[in-house]
């Protein structure tokens, strides 16, 4: 029945693992609202989620706003069963040399919007005595990241955040979940300006969107507090954590520099 649906609220959610969730969820019959900054391409991924045959609302919101991110709780009338905060970005380059107000920005959506969507949800959440909670982490948050100092800061906020409200609610019925991917082949890289790193330059070393959403649903399903995806990035933080920050951060400096750097590097220039 229509009304027996279950809702998922997903920011982020026409590009990238956000989408890929989305599919998950639509195939799962759970009408969906997304949330992104660009009407054409929520008009786009609607048409294609609905032909599950699920309802999909949208919604345009520049998350890295505030108000528009406190609008966006008041907007949204719907029970909604899951919140997946995906939305996110970052920045490439040496924190010293870049743009502060782009900085500020990243900041505002990865940390403050999720903030605002999680405490206005998880109240309503806790009087109902169910829900599931899904924030976008990333091996990032583990891992001190030259090169992208501000990001992986902010992703060690979001999972710090989610292990410690999970612990506050964990006889509410609501569940937390962090997903943890490591470099995922998706926009994120040139939204980043980081198509020149070494990183984003070895294709083979990205995984795919849609695995890395698959591990995330299930991990959410099944309530777990949070889930690394890949094998491979599972065993960097274990590595990580055997070695102190110092040397985890001259390797991040190593693996994410420029390409050209490198090379000048090697030839002795």
């Not at 990001?151 to 997903?179: M, N």
Request: hydrophobic share 40%.
């Amino acid at each position: 029945m229509e009304n027996q649906r279950k809702t998922a609220l997903i920011t982020g959610g026409t590009s990238g693992i956000g989408k890929e969730l989305a599919k998950l969820f639509a195939k799962d019959n759970y009408n969906l609202i997304i949330v992104a900054r660009e009407q054409d391409e929520l008009d786009s991924t609607k048409s294609e989620l609905e032909a599950s045959g699920i309802q999909v609302q949208t919604i345009v919101k520049d998350l890295s706003d505030m108000e528009q991110a406190k609008a966006l709780c008041n907007e949204i009338t719907t029970p909604v069963d899951v919140l997946v905060n995906d939305a996110g970005q970052g920045v490439y380059g040496l924190f010293k040399d870049n743009e502060l107000e782009r900085e500020l920005g990243i900041i505002h959506l990865n940390i403050c919007a999720t903030v605002i969507l999680t405490k206005h949800f998880v109240k309503q959440m806790a009087e109902r005595g169910e829900g599931k909670i899904l924030n976008l982490g990333s091996v990032a948050g583990k891992l001190p990241g030259p090169w992208q100092a501000v990001y992986h800061a902010t992703k060690a906020f979001v999972l710090s955040f989610t292990t410690a409200i999970r612990e506050e609610l964990k006889d509410s019925g609501v569940t937390f979940t962090a997903l943890m991917p490591g470099a995922t082949d998706t926009d994120f890289f040139n939204k980043a300006g980081m198509l020149d790193s070494k990183i984003a330059q070895d294709k083979k070393a990205l995984a795919d969107a849609a695995d890395v959403a698959k591990e995330g649903y299930e991990a959410l399903m099944a309530g777990k507090d949070r889930v690394i995806a890949g094998w491979k990035n599972s065993l960097e933080v274990h590595a990580a954590n055997l070695m102190p920050d110092s040397a985890v951060a001259h390797t991040m400096y190593e693996q994410q520099q420029p390409v050209e750097q490198e090379q000048q590097k090697q030839s002795g220039s």
